[in-house]
């Protein structure tokens, strides 16, 4: 028995084997010295020598270089190497390669199934929208892992939420009322148990309502979870037609792997959608109100958030209208420290607790003083400073009571363009015991107005230099040129100042009220007749 891991045969030119070691005996029954190649050998390796055989005799390969060429033996694939003799004849080295060439195309198609992967996490994470993510699950699951795909997201109210897509055709939304149980494997995977293996499933039993309609009878079925965060967050099922192979278990270890990053992204969608619904639920009463006319007294207020921070923040305002005509409203403007949804919250917590204590509204101080108590109390580190302002008509006058809580003063407006500060000083609340403050009054004359603001407006930087603060005294100099404009004019103005001074650069939060008496004698009260929060 030859001891070489080849199989060695030795053919001259014109195919008639000259020499056979045993494991080429072996390998070709009935081959032997004398025998012609092309009665024992396949017909790949008859066609390689007899090329070999003619390049020979034209003059190439005249120094023995060699030659390769593979095929296959029965079930086996075989290199064969071939090199030329002094004597002219061609002797053939064959080597068993099926196990490299297994292997190099099991590597060929991990790589195929990585890119693959890669490329399906990259689309689904692009987008944060649930039925986008489901229309792409199905779509890719078509075109690569079977002939259709069904995605089937777990049941809203009585019905599921489904996209079924073809192989070559664009996914179609469904909303179906059916027994998920009629499939095996089907309501477990909703739950998120894992997948039963598709041999376990009779095609033949799947329910009309599985099937996509022209899909033709179905030969194999997968049914696997969609894992999502800590709730499932659907099923994937992938039909294939009868007359092609059944799934294996590799493409079923496969689909896993694909249906682990298709359910991630859509639970990452889900739960985006539902912070965001969440958020503009937040946001409808955390954001300040809309303000008109309230019993003869122009109220107008603007807010802007800061660059960081798109909808909310630490700055706010809000007006309660007076509950009959000849009392006070009352209108509060704060700044809570620091930014973003942390001070948002505490920001309605202060604008509550101020609507809870407006049956206190005559007397400014005691409602600083409970209010400092339920901030002292709280579970957190921050503070506020706000200033209140309770305002009624007085004849063509509007008298106002002014409070301050270690807030800028009020600028107050004339009709002549001077302006002036309020004179209204106190203690921020939330921090000390006690939050002294001095109330102080003052009226304003018809086409006069007192503005209320944070100090986003004074502190935004910008202008040529683009590090510029707009400054006091520059809010003050664009003032004095607004008297006897409306309120909402005033606002408008000031807003569009300012940010024309930022420009593209950040901000803090900007919140401003302005009140002003009009120069109608005109009293009306537009949607104010009852105490509380007024909103358009």
Known sequence: MSLLPYAVLVVDGSGVVCHVNAKAAALFPGLHRGAALADSVPPWLVDAHTRRTVT???GGDAHGDAQLVSGPVGARSFEALATVQDDGNVMWWLVDDTD?????????EERERTAFLTEASNTLLSSLNLERCMDVTAQLAAEHLADAALVIAPRNARRLPVVICLRGEKPQRLQWDVDPAEVPGLAEALQGFPPVPSRWIDPACAPEWLVPQGFG???SIVVTPL???GVPAGALVLLRRSGKAAFTDGEEVFARLFAARSGAAMSAARLYAEQSSLSQTLMRDLLPPVLHQIS???FAGGYRASKDHERIGGDFYDVHPASTAGEESFAVLGDVCGK???????????????QALLPMADDHQRMIDLLNGALLNAHHTRFATLVMASATREGGNV????TSAGHQPALIVRSDGTVEEGRSRGTLVGTLPKAPATTTYETLAPGEFCMLFTDGFTEARGGPLGDELFGEDRLKEDLSHCAGMPAEAVVEHVQMLVSHWVGSGSHDDMAVIVIAAPRSHHLSAVDGHTRGRFTA
């Open 56 to 58: 020979a005799s034209q």
């Open 399 to 402: 008298r106002l009571r002014l």
């Open 296 to 298: 003869g007294v122009d």
């Open 340 to 354: 973003g949804m942390e001070a948002a919250v505490l920001t309605g917590k202060i604008r509550n607790t101020l």
């Open 217 to 219: 009878p179905v030969g």
């Open 227 to 229: 894992p999502g965060h």
């Open 100 to 108: 490299h060439r297994l292997a190099r195309r099991a590597l060929e």
